[in-house]
Nanobody
Framework: QVRLVESGGGLVQPGGSLRVSCAASGSSFSIPVMAWYRQAPGKQRELVASHNSAGYRYYADVVKGRFTISRAENTVYLQMNSLKPEDTAVYYC?????????WGQGTQVTVSS
């Protein structure tokens, strides 16, 4: 059973930067896909960025050029720059392993002056 623990959310002003991290435990091999999703109040959860074990990265159009996803073994990071108020959401870590999906508990990111 994979367990995901996020950290690093918080309050930041528009134009600022923040990094969130997600550490996976319970897997002795490289997890094939790790990703970040987010869910804003009243909206559906959406994929922000993903990173597979081969190094392929995907970004949603709304974050391209501002966010960077990276991995160190089974820890995934999301560096968020030039943050906008519309980036405010709960950010969830996601992992896909052994045809199962796993979610972290979420970390709040608030962009406000």
């Amino acid at each position: 059973q994979v367990r995901l623990v996020e950290s690093g959310g918080g309050l930041v002003q528009p134009g600022g930067s923040l990094r969130v991290s997600c550490a996976a435990s319970g897997s002795s091999f490289s997890i094939p896909v790790m990703a970040w999703y987010r869910q804003a109040p009243g909206k559906q959860r959406e994929l922000v960025a993903s990173h597979n074990s081969a190094g392929y990265r995907y970004y949603a159009d709304v974050v391209k050029g501002r966010f960077t996803i990276s991995r160190a073994e089974n820890t995934v990071y999301l560096q968020m720059n030039s943050l906008k108020p519309e980036d405010t959401a709960v950010y969830y870590c996601y992992a896909n392993a052994d045809a199962q999906t796993f979610w972290g508990q979420g970390t709040q990111v608030t962009v406000s002056s």
